[in-house]
């Protein structure tokens, strides 16, 4: 069964830093998508970024990227230049490719610090 | 704005109250989805919909019953629930496995608390 492990419940950075979540999932698969999704408080769910697991290179989104470690199958986020906006609970996500299913880890909560 | 609504999105309800959660996609979609989100705890798939079947449904208890009218709606019927159901309850859509590239879209949420 496909896992999906976020080992930290909680960090904190002060604006402007930057921040790397960790996230690392466990599957027999090899066709896959990543995701990290963002949920700020009281508002809703939004995707961050997204991986194929057929693609070496890392995927980028402005100040948001990732290390995609398809061996160590490790899938961290780094956020650069935080910002108060980024605060929320960040999701990492697994979908098997032929799948409508996706598998959700436990969350890590972001605080970020003026 | 992500294209998916829910309501309400706050119901307060009493063990023995019947109501409904409503979820609509207005992106096109064909799989929507029901999770359940509790504090500390991942989140849970309740139910999968698949160009308006049913194609999952992970061991929920049949105080919860979906609907799935068209690609468009999707509900949650509640009855007798128990104060363990209170959670955030999530409505998701997306293309479909068909689809190369695929992205869940969420809607807000709704609020349940079960007294």
Known sequence: ?114 | ETGVTQTPRHLVMGMTNKKSLKCEQHLGHNAMYWYKQSAKKPLELMFVYSLEERVENNSVPSRFSPECPNSSHLFLHLHTLQPEDSALYLCASSQGQLASTDTQYFGPGTRLTVL
């Open chain 1, 1 to 114: 069964a496909q896992t999906v492990t976020q080992s930290q419940p909680e960090m904190s950075v002060q604006e402007a830093e930057t921040v790397t979540l960790s996230c690392t999932y466990d599957t027999s698969e090899s066709d896959y998508y990543l995701f990290w999704y963002k949920q700020p408080p009281s508002r809703q769910m939004i995707l961050v970024i997204r991986q194929e697991a057929y693609k070496q290179q890392n995927a980028t989104e402005n100040r948001f990227s990732v290390n995609f470690q398809k061996a160590a199958k490790s899938f961290s986020l780094k956020i650069s230049d935080s910002q108060l906006g980024d605060a929320a609970m960040y999701f990492c996500a697994y979908r098997r490719r032929r799948d409508d299913k996706i598998i959700f880890g436990k969350g890590t909560r972001l605080h970020i610090l003026p």
